[in-house]
C-alpha cells in the first residue's frame, strides 16, 4: 500500500457545529498526518450553516467533503449515510464538538489492522471515563447500557458509545438490517450483524463540549426504546406503527376526557359535544405522532398545519371505514365485541398507511 493511499475514512455526523469543525479538522490532522484520510461531514441543513463553512473549507482541503441533508433529522441515519458514502476500507464515525478524543484514532486503527471488526472509544474500560456529567446523566447511561444487553449479541463495556471505527466489511453486512432510528449508531450496528464480531475497547475520556449544546433531549428516551423494540419485535411489525397506535390510545383518553367535559360543564349538546371531542382528540394526535412517531421527518411551520389538514381528512375516512366494518359485521351476528375490534384495527391499519405516505411523506 502506497503511503497516500485511503486508509481511513471519518464520518462526522453535524448539527449547529460550526464553531467546531475547523479545529477538528486540524486536530484530525495533527492525530493522523497529512494523507491516508478522509473526513465525511453529514449536517441536517444547520441553521448557523455549518454545510457551507464545511465546503468553504473543503475547497482548499480535498480530505474534507460535506453531504447536506433537507428535511431530515437523526444521528444514527446521518451516520448511515455518512458512512455509505465513504471510500476507505477502514471508517470511524466520531462526534464534531471535540468531546470524543481523536488522538486514539491511530490506535484504534492499528487494532483493525491487526483483526478486529469493530474498534470502540470507550467510556466504560480501565482509563476511559466519561468527564464532567452529572450523577442523573451517568446513571441513565449506566441503565441504558444495562437494557442494551436485550438486544446484543455479546458483551460489550460501552455499547452507547458514538466513537468508533469498522471495517468496511462489517457495515456491508449488516447494514440492510439497520433500524436507522434514534441516537445510537453503535447499538445498531452491534444488535444488525449476523455473527458475533470481533470488538475491541480502547479507553478515552469523554471530554466537556466548549462550543455549541448537546441535541440529546428527554425524547433520546423515547428513541432509544423505539430502537430496542424494533430489534426485538420490528420483524413482525413496523414499531412506528405501534408508536402510532400507542398515540392513538392516548387519543381515546383525550376524547372520553374532553366528551365528560363538554358535556357537564360546557352543557354541550352530545352531538356537540362528540364532534368537539372528536376535532380535539384529533388535533391531539397528529400533534404527539408529529412529536414522537415521526420526530425523524416532523413537520413545522405551514407544514404543521397541511400536516395536520390530511391527517383530519386521512382519519375521519378512516372512521368511517371503522364503522361500516364494525356495523357490518355486527349485523353479521359477530358479537360486538370482535366486531368493535375488527373496525378499530381496519380504522387504525388505514390511517397509518395513509397518513405515513401522504401526511408525514418521506422526502
Ligand atoms: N446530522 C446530524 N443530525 N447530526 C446530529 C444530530 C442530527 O439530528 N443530532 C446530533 N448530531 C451531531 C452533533 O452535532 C454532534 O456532532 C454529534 O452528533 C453528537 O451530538 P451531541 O448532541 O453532542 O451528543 P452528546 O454529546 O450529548 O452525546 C454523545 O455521547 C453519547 C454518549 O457517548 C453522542 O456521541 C451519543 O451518540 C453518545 O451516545
Ligand atoms: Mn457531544
Not at 481511513?8 to 486536530?27: D, G, K, M, Q
Not at 480501565?126 to 468527564?131: A, L, R, V
Not at 415521526?294 to 381528512?313: H, I, K, P, V
Not at 378499530?344 to 401526511?359: E, M, R, S
Request: charged share 20%.
Amino acid at each position: 500500500m502506497s503511503d497516500l493511499s485511503l486508509r481511513l475514512s471519518i464520518v462526522i455526523p453535524t448539527f449547529n457545529e460550526s464553531a467546531n469543525v475547523a479545529e477538528l479538522l486540524h486536530r484530525l490532522a495533527q492525530a493522523l498526518g497529512p494523507h491516508g484520510w478522509e473526513a465525511i461531514f453529514v449536517d441536517d441543513d444547520s441553521p448557523d450553516a455549518t454545510a457551507a463553512l464545511v465546503r468553504e473549507l473543503a475547497r482548499s482541503d480535498a480530505r474534507v467533503r460535506c453531504l447536506q441533508r433537507i428535511g431530515r433529522r437523526g444521528l444514527s441515519s446521518a451516520c448511515i449515510e455518512g458512512m455509505m458514502a465513504a471510500a476507505a476500507p477502514v471508517i470511524a464515525v466520531m462526534d464534531a464538538d471535540l468531546q470524543h478524543d481523536e488522538s486514539i484514532l491511530p490506535a484504534m486503527l492499528k487494532r483493525i489492522e491487526e483483526g478486529s471488526d469493530v474498534v470502540i472509544g470507550s467510556r466504560y474500560v480501565d482509563g476511559g471515563s466519561t468527564g464532567e456529567w452529572n450523577e442523573s446523566r451517568k446513571s441513565m447511561s449506566l441503565l441504558a447500557t444495562r437494557m442494551s444487553r436485550l438486544i446484543l449479541k455479546q458483551p460489550i463495556s460501552d455499547p452507547m458509545s458514538g466513537f468508533f471505527m469498522l471495517r468496511r466489511e462489517v457495515l456491508d453486512g449488516s447494514v440492510r438490517r439497520f433500524s436507522g432510528m434514534g441516537f445510537k449508531i453503535l447499538l445498531d450496528l452491534l444488535a444488525s450483524v449476523a455473527k458475533p464480531l470481533r470488538v475491541a475497547e480502547v479507553p478515552y475520556q469523554f471530554r466537556d463540549r466548549l462550543h455549541g449544546q448537546s441535541k440529546l433531549d428527554n425524547m433520546v428516551i423515547w428513541e432509544y426504546g423505539m430502537l430496542l423494540a424494533d430489534k426485538m419485535v420490528g420483524r413482525y411489525v413496523p414499531v412506528r406503527f405501534l408508536a402510532f397506535s400507542f398515540v392513538g390510545g392516548l387519543g381515546v383518553l383525550v376524547h372520553l376526557l374532553v366528551l365528560t367535559l363538554a358535556l357537564n360543564v360546557l352543557k354541550l349538546g352530545f352531538t356537540e359535544a362528540q364532534a368537539t371531542a372528536t376535532v380535539l382528540a384529533m388535533v391531539f394526535n397528529f400533534g404527539l405522532n408529529n412529536l414522537l412517531t415521526y420526530r425523524d421527518r416532523q413537520l413545522e411551520g405551514w407544514g404543521w398545519l397541511r400536516g395536520l389538514f390530511s391527517f383530519m381528512l386521512a382519519c375521519s375516512i378512516g372512521a368511517v371505514a371503522n364503522i361500516g366494518i364494525a356495523t357490518y359485521l355486527f349485523e353479521h351476528r359477530t358479537n360486538w365485541f370482535p366486531a368493535a375490534l375488527a373496525g378499530i384495527l381496519v380504522g387504525a391499519v388505514w390511517n397509518y398507511a395513509i397518513t405515513n405516505l401522504y401526511t408525514w411523506a418521506k422526502k
